[in-house]
């Protein structure tokens, strides 16, 4: 498979090169050149397979030749290994659970397969890779976790002091081997533009391989498809579901959209978002707008500019009326999110984290305006994760077993200044 740039400027990459580079050179996104077609019966058949089957067979014309196929299997099967249940809300809504994985969160999925895809790759190359990322939580907690323990790889973690919850901090600082983190004194931007500049200091570049691991990298994006088909696996016959999305760079939902257009029914899918609503207004009013971002409870979607909604344009073909008859847009303000965990919890005993419940407040919706629909929510991450939940709904969370385990690992972290060459230094210490 090739993959092209969405501005059209850079070169055509096969995958390896794709995944390599992160982003092509124009500032575009790298974008399937054709969307495979499943073979027929593939969901008819979806019963009776694994999920590392189903993982193998969605993504192997992506990958082509980058990868050999015993290979991929194998990170398919590493990709895949932990639950992916569809739990009944209420009678006419499901939730995907997408936090069984080691950071409670959906982007183990998308890290996991990459770190191995990066593991093969560094196997054909010289330099050590390091990966280097800036988090204000829940994406350098997957991405270390996916990366922990790959051989050839060092990860580097920033994140801004005090301002992570507690169990995303835990996640941060207790692996140790090959993960370092770094506590800067200062902000996110702070930490990423320290890490956006490690990635384009060419001198550093040329004594260790720098990647972000960027959550636009194609082997971040493409395994997302792998549990949409999961949630139709475990989808109780009748007419395909509406599916509801917490979304914040649209990774996820892209994703979703992207396995829609290669076979997997699914009647709707509504982007769900919380105040950021640059893509809601987009669809009422046909312009896109950025706008700076905003902090809400469901903060991991707290994004004002969305990285990933050029490649939902581009299948599409940037036409308007084709993306509306496949989706909608709601924005849900955070008294409606913590109303929905509040009522969701006494009407059902189910415990929504905030960002599913901006998916639950937009389904919902939909579906009092159209009853006879039923659909699924994703739950990309525990509520534990979100000391808001506790506070909402007045009682301590239930934790899960792997939370217990954390408190009593070893603490590493390093403090430093939010200081571009203290970085840089222990950068190098790594490379070596
Ligand atoms: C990252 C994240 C999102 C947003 O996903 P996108 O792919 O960026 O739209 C939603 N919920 C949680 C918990 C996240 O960590």
Redesign the pocket.
Known sequence: MQYFSTNHRSPQAAFREAVLRGQPEDGGLYFPAAIPQLPDGFIAGLDARSNEEIAFDVIRPYVGRSIPDDKLFDICRETASFPFPLVPISDKISALEL?HGPTL???DVGARFMSRCLRHFSSEREAKTIVLVATS???GG?VANGFHNVEGIEVIILYPKGRVSTVQELQLTTLGGNVTTLELRGTFDECQAIAKRALADAELQKQAFITSAN?INVARWLP?QFYYFYALKQWEGGPPPVVA???????????GVLANISGLPVARFIAACNANDVVPEFFETGDYRPKPSVSTL?N??D?GD???FVRILEMFSGKTDGLKARMSAASISDERTAETIREVHRNYGYTL????AVAYAAIADYIEANPDTRGII?E??HPI?FDSVADILGVEVTAPDSIGELFTKEKSVTELDADYNSVREVILKKAK
């Open positions: 936090f969160a959906f982007k939580g829940d994406t997957a959550s997302q999305v917490p979304s914040g760079n649209f990774g996820n939902l892209a994703s469901s991991a979607m994004v969305p990285s990933n984290d905030p960002h599913g994703l990309t991450a994760k």
